[in-house]
C-alpha cells in the first residue's frame, strides 16, 4: 500500500471507529499491565477476551486501523527464517560475583577509596534467574528486542518479546527519551513453569528442567507463536542507550521511573545507606526468597548515584560499581554409581557423575560434573562413594566433596578410557594438561558439527552461506557425515531442508565448487589439527611445500619448523596417526579439492622464515589481509598484537597504539615501501 493508499484508507474509517479502536487498545493494555504487572486482574478473563475479540473485528473490518503497537499484533504469523544478528551500541556487561560478606566488604572498600568517600549509597534488587535482554524505544514505542549474547552481539528476538504481555507495546506517561534502551531479565514464575512442564507432558512433549532453561529455550523459538503460549514475564532494572532526554540521578529513581513508564520492576528494589544497609538486604531476601514465586541466586548491589558510577568506570567486561552477591551454593548427599565420558564438539573427554537422584536446588539431580582428571585426583573421588553434590543457581550440579567416613572397600579409582566412547579413536592427554582428548577430529561424529563449521569458516575453507544452523540441517539429514561430504551434495538434496530455497541451494552448491580451489595453509588450517592456528598453518606450508611431505613428517622435523614445540609436534602427529583423519583428507582430495603447484621449501637463511610480523594502520596498494598473505608466502608469521617476540611492526596510515608500544620495545617499524623491499628480497631466497 502506497503512502496516498494509506491516507485514503484511513480517511474512509468513521471517526466514531478510530475512538472506539483507540479505547480498546488502551483498555486492554491497562488490563494486561494490571494482570501480568500489577498480579491484581480488574476484571474476569472473559470480559478481558471480550475486548479483545471486538478490537480484532474492527480491525478485520477497517485493515487502516492496525498498528505495529496493537495489542492484536504480539504474535507474528510466520516462523523466522533465523535470528538476526544486533550489535549492543553499549555494550552488555556481565556482574562480578561476591560469595561471601568478605568479598562484599572488599568490593565496598575498592568503591568508597576509588571515590575518596567515607561512605556510599547502594541500590539493591534481586538477582532474577532468566536471560538478560535489551528492549529498543522510539518516540515510545516498541521497535526491537535482543538477548545479551556476548555482550557485544545478541539476537534479534523482537517478535518473540512482542508476545510478552508484561513488556508494553508503548511507554505510559510522559517523560521518557526519545530513543531508550531498557535493559532486563525474562523470566518464568514457577507457578507458569509448572503448569507448562505439566501441559507439555500430557502432550508427550518435552519438557524443560528448570525455569531458567524454559525462559531461554521459549524466548529463542523461530515460531513466535510458540513463545506466545509460553509464561513469559519480564523485570526491567536498568538502561543502555539514551538519546533526546535525560534520566534521573539515580539508580533507584531510575527504575522508579521505568515503573511510571509501564516497565514491570522488582517489588523488592531498596535504595540503602552503605555496606551494612546491603548485608541486611542480604540477608532480608534470603528469608524470603521462597515466598517470591520466581528463583533468585542472589542480589545485586549498584553505586546508586550515577556520577559515582561513572567516576568508578569498568574493567575488563563489568562494572567497578556493581556486584552480585550469591546466595551460598545448595548441598545434598548421595552416591556416585558410575562415570560417564562424554565427547564434546570439540574433542574434549568429559567425565559425567551418574548419581543416585536427589533432590537439591530446586530439581532433582541424577547427574553431575566432574570437570576433568585432575578434579577427580585433587577431590580423590571414587566410583561407589557417598558425595556431598552442590547446585547453585543456574550451574551445573558438581561433586563439592567426598564422605570418605562412607568410602565402600570396593569403591573403584576413575580411569581415563583409552578410546573416544563415540568413535573409538584414541583419546590423548597431552603431558601438564587437564583435558583428555578424541583425536577422530574429521570423523567423530560427536565433533561432525564443529569440525564442519571451522572447516567452511573465512579464514579456512571460506564457503559463502554454510553457516551454523545449516550445518546443523545437514547433519541432522544425513547428508554431511564427514568434510568429504559437502563436495557430494546436490541442489536436490538441499532444496528440500526446511528454509532452504532451490536459489539458496544453488548459491551453496556454486560456494562449495569455488572452495575446492584453495591453498595449502587455508587447508591445513581448515583441518581443524590440534595446535595449528592460522599463523601455524602458514608456516607448516611453506616450510613443507606439499601435503605429503607434512604428512610423513616426523616429530624431529616438525619441530624444525619455527614455531612448532614437541607439544604441537605431538598433536599432528596424534591427528595423523588415525586412519579415518587420513581417509578424509583422501576423499576430500579425490573430490577435486586442490591449490597451487608445490614450492621448493624456503632458504631460511634469507628468507623469513620464523620472523613476526604485526600491521597496523591502512596501506596504500594492498589490504591488510593481502600483506598478511605475501608475508606468509615467504615463511612469515603475522599476529595481532606487538610484543617483545616481534620482529617487524608494519605501520601504514594512521597507525595507533601499536605503533607507540612497538617504538617503546624497540621492534624495527616498517612502512609500506620498506615491507615491499623486504618481500622481495625474501623471494629470492626461494630455491624453486
Given at each position: 500500500?502506497?503512502?496516498?493508499?494509506?491516507?485514503?484508507?484511513?480517511?474512509?474509517?468513521?471517526?466514531?471507529?478510530?475512538?472506539?479502536?483507540?479505547?480498546?487498545?488502551?483498555?486492554?493494555?491497562?488490563?494486561?499491565?494490571?494482570?501480568?504487572?500489577?498480579?491484581?486482574?480488574?476484571?474476569?478473563?472473559?470480559?478481558?477476551?471480550?475486548?479483545?475479540?471486538?478490537?480484532?473485528?474492527?480491525?478485520?473490518?477497517?485493515?487502516?486501523?492496525?498498528?505495529?503497537?496493537?495489542?492484536?499484533?504480539?504474535?507474528?504469523?510466520?516462523?523466522?527464517?533465523?535470528?538476526?544478528?544486533?550489535?549492543?551500541?553499549?555494550?552488555?556487561?556481565?556482574?562480578?560475583?561476591?560469595?561471601?560478606?568478605?568479598?562484599?566488604?572488599?568490593?565496598?572498600?575498592?568503591?568508597?577509596?576509588?571515590?575518596?568517600?567515607?561512605?556510599?549509597?547502594?541500590?539493591?534488587?534481586?538477582?532474577?534467574?532468566?536471560?538478560?535482554?535489551?528492549?529498543?524505544?522510539?518516540?515510545?514505542?516498541?521497535?526491537?528486542?535482543?538477548?545479551?549474547?556476548?555482550?557485544?552481539?545478541?539476537?534479534?528476538?523482537?517478535?518473540?518479546?512482542?508476545?510478552?504481555?508484561?513488556?508494553?507495546?508503548?511507554?505510559?506517561?510522559?517523560?521518557?527519551?526519545?530513543?531508550?534502551?531498557?535493559?532486563?531479565?525474562?523470566?518464568?514464575?514457577?507457578?507458569?513453569?509448572?503448569?507448562?512442564?505439566?501441559?507439555?507432558?500430557?502432550?508427550?512433549?518435552?519438557?524443560?528442567?528448570?525455569?531458567?532453561?524454559?525462559?531461554?529455550?521459549?524466548?529463542?523459538?523461530?515460531?513466535?507463536?510458540?513463545?506466545?503460549?509460553?509464561?513469559?514475564?519480564?523485570?526491567?532494572?536498568?538502561?543502555?542507550?539514551?538519546?533526546?532526554?535525560?534520566?534521573?540521578?539515580?539508580?533507584?529513581?531510575?527504575?522508579?521511573?521505568?515503573?511510571?513508564?509501564?516497565?514491570?520492576?522488582?517489588?523488592?528494589?531498596?535504595?540503602?545507606?552503605?555496606?551494612?544497609?546491603?548485608?541486611?538486604?542480604?540477608?532480608?531476601?534470603?528469608?524470603?526468597?521462597?515466598?517470591?514465586?520466581?528463583?533468585?541466586?542472589?542480589?545485586?548491589?549498584?553505586?546508586?548515584?550515577?556520577?559515582?558510577?561513572?567516576?568508578?568506570?569498568?574493567?575488563?567486561?563489568?562494572?567497578?560499581?556493581?556486584?552480585?552477591?550469591?546466595?551460598?551454593?545448595?548441598?545434598?548427599?548421595?552416591?556416585?554409581?558410575?562415570?560417564?565420558?562424554?565427547?564434546?564438539?570439540?574433542?574434549?573427554?568429559?567425565?559425567?557423575?551418574?548419581?543416585?537422584?536427589?533432590?537439591?536446588?530446586?530439581?532433582?539431580?541424577?547427574?553431575?560434573?566432574?570437570?576433568?582428571?585432575?578434579?577427580?585426583?585433587?577431590?580423590?573421588?571414587?566410583?561407589?562413594?557417598?558425595?556431598?553434590?552442590?547446585?547453585?543457581?543456574?550451574?551445573?550440579?558438581?561433586?563439592?566433596?567426598?564422605?570418605?567416613?562412607?568410602?565402600?572397600?570396593?569403591?573403584?579409582?576413575?580411569?581415563?578410557?583409552?578410546?573416544?566412547?563415540?568413535?573409538?579413536?584414541?583419546?590423548?592427554?597431552p603431558e601438564g594438561e587437564a583435558i583428555a582428548r578424541c583425536t577422530g577430529q574429521l570423523a567423530c561424529p560427536a565433533q561432525r558439527?564443529?569440525?564442519?563449521?571451522?572447516?567452511?569458516?573465512?579464514?579456512?575453507?571460506?564457503?559463502?552461506?554454510?553457516?551454523?544452523?545449516?550445518?546443523?540441517?545437514?547433519?541432522?539429514?544425513?547428508?554431511?557425515?564427514?568434510?568429504?561430504?559437502?563436495?557430494?551434495?546436490?541442489?536436490?538434496?538441499?532444496?528440500?531442508?526446511?528454509?532452504?530455497?532451490?536459489?539458496?541451494?544453488?548459491?551453496?552448491?556454486?560456494?562449495?565448487?569455488?572452495?575446492?580451489?584453495?591453498?595449502?595453509?587455508?587447508?591445513?588450517?581448515?583441518?581443524?589439527?590440534?595446535?595449528?592456528?592460522?599463523?601455524?598453518?602458514?608456516?607448516?606450508?611453506?616450510?613443507?611445500?606439499?601435503?605429503?611431505?607434512?604428512?610423513?613428517?616426523?616429530?624431529?622435523?616438525?619441530?624444525?619448523?619455527?614455531?612448532?614445540?614437541?607439544?604441537?609436534?605431538?598433536?599432528?602427529?596424534?591427528?595423523?596417526?588415525?586412519?579415518?583423519?587420513?581417509?578424509?583428507?583422501?576423499?576430500?582430495?579425490?573430490?577435486?579439492?586442490?591449490?597451487?603447484?608445490?614450492?621448493?621449501?624456503?632458504?631460511?637463511?634469507?628468507?623469513?622464515?620464523?620472523?613476526?610480523?604485526?600491521?597496523?594502520?591502512?596501506?596504500?596498494?594492498?589490504?591488510?589481509?593481502?600483506?598478511?598473505?605475501?608475508?606468509?608466502?615467504?615463511?612469515?608469521k603475522v599476529t595481532s598484537s606487538v610484543s617483545k617476540q616481534t620482529d617487524y611492526?608494519?605501520?601504514?596510515?594512521?597507525?595507533?597504539?601499536?605503533?607507540?608500544?612497538?617504538?617503546?620495545?624497540?621492534?624495527?617499524?616498517?612502512?609500506?615501501?620498506?615491507?615491499?623491499?623486504?618481500?622481495?628480497?625474501?623471494?629470492?631466497?626461494?630455491?624453486?
Amino acid at each position: 500500500m502506497s503512502a496516498s493508499d494509506g491516507g485514503q484508507a484511513n480517511a474512509a474509517v468513521p471517526a466514531q471507529i478510530v475512538a472506539q479502536a483507540a479505547e480498546l487498545r488502551e483498555q486492554i493494555e491497562h488490563h494486561n499491565h494490571c494482570y501480568y504487572v500489577d498480579n491484581a486482574p480488574q476484571i474476569p478473563d472473559a470480559d478481558y477476551d471480550a475486548l479483545m475479540r471486538t478490537l480484532q473485528a474492527l480491525e478485520a473490518e477497517y485493515p487502516a486501523l492496525v498498528t505495529p503497537d496493537s495489542p492484536t499484533q504480539r504474535v507474528s504469523g510466520q516462523p523466522a527464517a533465523e535470528f538476526a544478528t544486533v550489535v549492543h551500541d553499549i555494550p552488555m556487561l556481565s556482574l562480578d560475583n561476591a560469595f561471601s560478606e568478605a568479598d562484599v566488604l572488599a568490593f565496598d572498600r575498592r568503591v568508597r577509596e576509588r571515590l575518596g568517600v567515607d561512605e556510599v549509597d547502594y541500590c539493591c534488587d534481586p538477582k532474577i534467574d532468566g536471560l538478560a535482554i535489551s528492549l529498543l524505544y522510539v518516540d515510545g514505542r516498541f521497535v526491537r528486542g535482543a538477548t545479551r549474547g556476548d555482550g557485544t552481539r545478541g539476537e534479534d528476538v523482537t517478535q518473540n518479546l512482542r508476545t510478552i504481555r508484561a513488556i508494553p507495546l508503548h511507554l505510559q506517561g510522559q517523560g521518557w527519551p526519545n530513543r531508550l534502551e531498557i535493559r532486563g531479565e525474562v523470566y518464568m514464575t514457577q507457578q507458569g513453569f509448572s503448569e507448562m512442564n505439566r501441559r507439555l507432558a500430557n502432550r508427550a512433549e518435552k519438557t524443560f528442567v528448570n525455569p531458567r532453561n524454559a525462559a531461554s529455550g521459549s524466548l529463542r523459538q523461530l515460531d513466535s507463536q510458540i513463545t506466545a503460549q509460553r509464561p513469559l514475564r519480564f523485570f526491567g532494572y536498568g538502561v543502555g542507550v539514551i538519546e533526546g532526554g535525560t534520566l534521573p540521578a539515580t539508580q533507584f529513581e531510575l527504575i522508579n521511573a521505568l515503573k511510571k513508564w509501564g516497565i514491570p520492576v522488582s517489588a523488592h528494589l531498596q535504595q540503602v545507606a552503605g555496606i551494612s544497609g546491603c548485608l541486611d538486604y542480604h540477608r532480608h531476601i534470603a528469608e524470603i526468597r521462597h515466598q517470591m514465586g520466581y528463583d533468585i541466586d542472589g542480589v545485586v548491589y549498584k553505586v546508586n548515584r550515577f556520577e559515582q558510577q561513572q567516576a568508578l568506570g569498568l574493567v575488563a567486561r563489568a562494572p567497578r560499581w556493581a556486584i552480585a552477591h550469591k546466595f551460598p551454593a545448595q548441598e545434598a548427599l548421595t552416591r556416585l554409581l558410575d562415570v560417564d565420558w562424554q565427547v564434546g564438539r570439540t574433542g574434549a573427554i568429559t567425565p559425567v557423575a551418574r548419581l543416585e537422584p536427589i533432590f537439591v536446588g530446586g530439581v532433582t539431580v541424577s547427574n553431575a560434573t566432574l570437570h576433568n582428571l585432575d578434579e577427580i585426583e585433587r577431590k580423590d573421588v571414587r566410583i561407589g562413594d557417598t558425595v556431598y553434590v552442590r547446585r547453585a543457581g543456574d550451574v551445573i550440579p558438581e561433586i563439592a566433596r567426598v564422605e570418605l567416613a562412607c568410602r565402600p572397600v570396593d569403591a573403584r579409582i576413575i580411569t581415563l578410557p583409552t578410546l573416544c566412547p563415540v568413535c573409538g579413536a584414541h583419546v590423548v592427554r597431552p603431558e601438564g594438561e587437564a583435558i583428555a582428548r578424541c583425536t577422530g577430529q574429521l570423523a567423530c561424529p560427536a565433533q561432525r558439527k564443529e569440525a564442519l563449521r571451522h572447516f567452511a569458516s573465512r579464514r579456512a575453507m571460506d564457503i559463502d552461506g554454510l553457516g551454523d544452523k545449516l550445518v546443523d540441517l545437514l547433519v541432522a539429514h544425513g547428508l554431511a557425515n564427514d568434510l568429504a561430504d559437502l563436495y557430494h551434495l546436490t541442489t536436490e538434496q538441499l532444496a528440500v531442508l526446511p528454509r532452504l530455497a532451490e536459489k539458496s541451494a544453488n548459491n551453496l552448491i556454486q560456494a562449495i565448487a569455488r572452495s575446492r580451489q584453495t591453498t595449502l595453509a587455508r587447508f591445513l588450517y581448515a583441518l581443524g589439527i590440534p595446535g595449528v592456528g592460522e599463523a601455524t598453518a602458514q608456516t607448516l606450508a611453506a616450510y613443507f611445500g606439499n601435503l605429503a611431505d607434512f604428512m610423513a613428517a616426523d616429530a624431529e622435523a616438525l619441530q624444525q619448523v619455527s614455531d612448532v614445540g614437541p607439544v604441537v609436534a605431538k598433536q599432528i602427529l596424534d591427528f595423523f596417526a588415525e586412519a579415518d583423519n587420513r581417509h578424509v583428507i583422501e576423499r576430500l582430495q579425490v573430490a577435486g579439492v586442490r591449490w597451487s603447484a608445490p614450492q621448493s621449501p624456503i632458504n631460511s637463511a634469507v628468507a623469513l622464515a620464523g620472523k613476526t610480523f604485526v600491521l597496523t594502520g591502512t596501506l596504500a596498494a594492498m589490504t591488510r589481509d593481502e600483506a598478511a598473505a605475501a608475508i606468509q608466502r615467504v615463511g612469515g608469521k603475522v599476529t595481532s598484537s606487538v610484543s617483545k617476540q616481534t620482529d617487524y611492526l608494519v605501520a601504514g596510515d594512521h597507525p595507533g597504539s601499536k605503533l607507540t608500544k612497538a617504538v617503546a620495545l624497540g621492534v624495527s617499524v616498517l612502512d609500506e615501501q620498506a615491507l615491499n623491499e623486504l618481500l622481495s628480497e625474501a623471494e629470492q631466497g626461494w630455491t624453486g
